[in-house]
């Protein structure tokens, strides 16, 4: 049985107080659920913040994902943050190949797959996300183009290593825009996702967790975490809110 996660992206917002707002009315809200797991993911700048209020708060349920690494450990990188960086600040997950990373930041699925074996060799768990374009889609291309992502990681890490990360599908039409995949269309990827490694590893296949993400709201996440191969969300504009992000919480516990 597979344990639901919620993973909040905030993205690059957020001042500290914002930072403590959010924090606590997400440890607040979400002290009684028992059954989901639920991450939250502030700016790197922000992580130790974060950590000390969870800290303060009591908050041990909640656990800290960054959104990005760099996939060398320590050197001459201007502007980077390192595995074992975050690791020492506690942080538990690690977004690699956000669609945001991929598009704007160029991030072939080659430095995905270093970044994802740095996430790993630090401790950390890599949330790999995948997804198609609008264009990928309307050519029914959509399966083929999130296993040749998977592929390039399965490849460069080998198929083990899916034991220890979480794999996030993320169309990208449906980030940011307010469209959220229907629920068949987003199980429908699950699935071919998680028959894919089943065809390698079956007691990977059955553990991995798969999230989706893309316009995740209160509205419409019973409905996506119903499905069979949905275990959770990640989350962006809708993890910006306490209370709705508590709501979707809720819907996964
Ligand atoms: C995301 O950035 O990972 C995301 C899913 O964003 P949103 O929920 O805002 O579509």
Redesign the pocket.
Known sequence: MRQKLV?G?W?MHGSRAQVRQLIEGVATGSAGLSNVEIAVGPTFLHIGLAAEICAGKGADHLKLAAQNLSAEPQGAFTGEVSAPMLAEYGVNYV?VG???RREIFAETNQVVAAKFKAAQASGLIPIL?VGESLAQRQAGTSAEVVLMQLNAVIEAAGIAALQSAVL?Y?PLW?????K?ASKEQAQEIHRVLREHIAKSNTAIAQSIRILY?????AANATELFSQADIDG???????LKAEEFVSICKSAD
């Open positions: 993973v992206n993205k977004i956000h669609s945001e996300c996030a993320e449906a980030i940011g825009t307010g959220t993400g893309g316009s995740v709201k969300g990640l989350v962006g504009g809708a993890s």
